[in-house]
């Protein structure tokens, strides 16, 4: 939306190729984002008042720890697992903890499962120092390379430095450099045509993604970086100049914003539509972001703005997001963030008074947005994949039963359990102590061989770094077939099995057998799928 800030850099850098990436790092598989070797798609949220301190610097409202958890809360409880939010410079402290506020968003995050999409300058003027002073061409030309525009350090510096903090922070999904960059100045967009073709608006922005993009990059290897893009036509970026820019090997991420076409599941026109971004971003080998998303809680039929927020104007804009959400993910778009995920209710005096774009806890948007995460999640990407030729969730656990699922042999028992869950409230709680125990569901309507059977296992981060499963199928006379054994990572992983050829119909179980290490206590296991 419109309010964004703006973080520093130091140092000459030439770009730097990545290392190879580590688990639990989001990164880039052609036009797609994977995660752990699984494609990477997720429905999230925006809330730029996260980094908002009181008794520091703060935009819009001031939130204290509890209310950030209550928002984080509620979207992850909404199926996301992704929050943009505002790392801007104006937020850093420049004594003391400098970076308290975005170490308290990343922490809760972390805890929570979710991943941070850290924005670090804002074009506009709003949480920045800057005055009224949009950001223009001379700040993408060469004023970011300097102090100024507010701040004791250049853009370069600040950006660098923050990244080289978070270096080894996979909590972060990927940096993006700017909210909705574009280099009009006072005298408009400078559309003149130099020699290489491209008009000089264009390629302003261009060279500076190419240098910001690779002084990130050499910064933080594993993360990858979004330069951060409307997407609807904005100066040095309109047409086929965004394919251009988007080229830059310093941004891996294309993005697009969508705001006030409500009955427009596909936005645009043939020259700067969505459709058109995505295409370009395909024929580049580049993934798809809808960065924002908004709609008016008060959405008349007709898309735009009643005057009054009631019970039917927020089922309209349910029903007006879950058309766009089938159009983008249906389209291969990768990650859908939501304006704004709110801990006031969607109804209420502050968010008619505050852009109206908030969705409050007991929003029926949180339906479709849960509804949408599960579908992908079925194919079984880590925390929002991709779906899987028609995988569907067999077990969410969101009922509060088991679901089928029972004791197999060892010493384990099993719980529904609302301490852990990869979307919703509930998850299946595993608990053991030795002899390699194993569960299993009785559900197993459309397994066969061939199948790709995917689990969600949570390992505590108490339990040793060694813990594994091994996934396993009994035929129809009750014989076993076991795929390897994978080890676990702290947090939420993504295992998977593919039924093996020759094994005899039909399949009267699918289970989860815990590898022993000498290690008593719990694994959470949720979205069973195939």
Known sequence: MRCHRVLLVTCLLVLAAPAAASAGFVQRSGTNLSLDGSAFRFVGHNNYQLTSVAGQFSC????????????????KDAGATVIRTWFFQSFYRGAGNSYAPFDRVLDKAAAKGL???????NHYPDCEPSGARRKDEGFYDYGYKTAGWGYPQSFKDYAYNLASRYRNNATIAFWQ?????????SGGCNTTIEANGHQRAANVLRRFVDD?????????PNHRVSLGTIGTGQCGAAGSEYRYVHESAGSDICEDHDYDRATQPMPGDPYNGLALRVSQCNAIGKPM????????????SGGGSSGSITATTLQRRADFFAAKLNAAFDSGIDGYLLWEKSADASGSAYNLDHGRYGIGPSDPLNSVTLAKARQLTAGGAGGGGTVGGGSTVRADFEDGTPQSWEPAWGSLALANSTDQHVAGTRSL?????????AA???TTTGATAGTTITFRVLRPASAPANLGVLPFVSDSGWAN????????????????????????????AIGLQVADHGWAGSLYVDNVAW
Do not use: C
């Not at 450099?177 to 100045?185: F, K, P, Q």
């Not at 709680?429 to 125990?437: D, E, I, M, Q, Y």
């Open 60 to 75: 819009g409202r001031a939130l204290d720890g509890a209310m950030v958890d209550r928002v984080l809360q509620d979207a």
């Open 115 to 121: 991943k941070v999409i850290p924005v670090l300058v």
């Open 177 to 185: 450099i700017v909210n909705e960059a574009e280099t009009s100045w």
């Open 212 to 220: 910001m993009g690779g002084a990130i990059h050499a910064a933080a």
């Open 289 to 300: 972001l809808i960065g924002e998303s908004g709609i008016v809680a008060d959405v008349d």
């Open 429 to 437: 709680k595993l608990s053991f102590s030795n002899g390699w125990p």
């Open 440 to 442: 299993r569901m009785r």
């Open 481 to 508: 077939s076991y795929g390897p054994e994978t080890s676990l990572a702290a947090g939420w992983n993504t295992v998977t099995y593919t039924v093996p050829t020759g094994v005899r119909a039909p399949l009267q």
